[in-house]
Nanobody
Framework: EVNLVESGGTLVQSGGSLRLSCEASGFTFDDYVGSWLRQTPGKELEWVAA????????FYGTSMKGRVAISRDNARNMLYLQMNDLKPEDTAIYYC????????WGEGTLVTVSS
């Protein structure tokens, strides 16, 4: 059974930092590109960051660029998102995603940033 399980979401004050984690199982994780996306109620799903299968290449969306870092540990089947200088507008459900010819999603973890 394929699973992506996010963790690390919590309430944090504006200016704070969080690291989100995503544990993958049930598929060959290191064959897949890893991504983080987020969604705020009433808004479209927004892509945050992506990382190549071997971790050598990273890509960032404009909204959090310079404040986030995506990484992965293929030996542990883990994907991470380090978020710094968080702002209230970063409040969202953050989703882990793995894709190649097939796409897998986690159920999300809620990040709430208070002002």
């Amino acid at each position: 059974e394929v699973n992506l399980v996010e963790s690390g979401g919590t309430l944090v004050q504006s200016g704070g930092s969080l690291r989100l984690s995503c544990e993958a199982s049930g598929f060959t994780f290191d064959d897949y590109v890893g991504s983080w996306l987020r969604q705020t109620p009433g808004k479209e799903l927004e892509w945050v960051a992506a990382i190549s299968w071997n971790g050598e290449n990273t890509f960032y969306g404009t909204s959090m660029k310079g404040r986030v870092a995506i990484s992965r540990d293929n030996a542990r089947n883990m994907l991470y998102l380090q978020m710094n200088d968080l702002k209230p507008e970063d409040t969202a459900i953050y989703y882990c995603n793995s894709y190649r010819d097939t796409e897998y999603w986690g159920e999300g973890t809620l990040v709430t940033v208070s002002s």
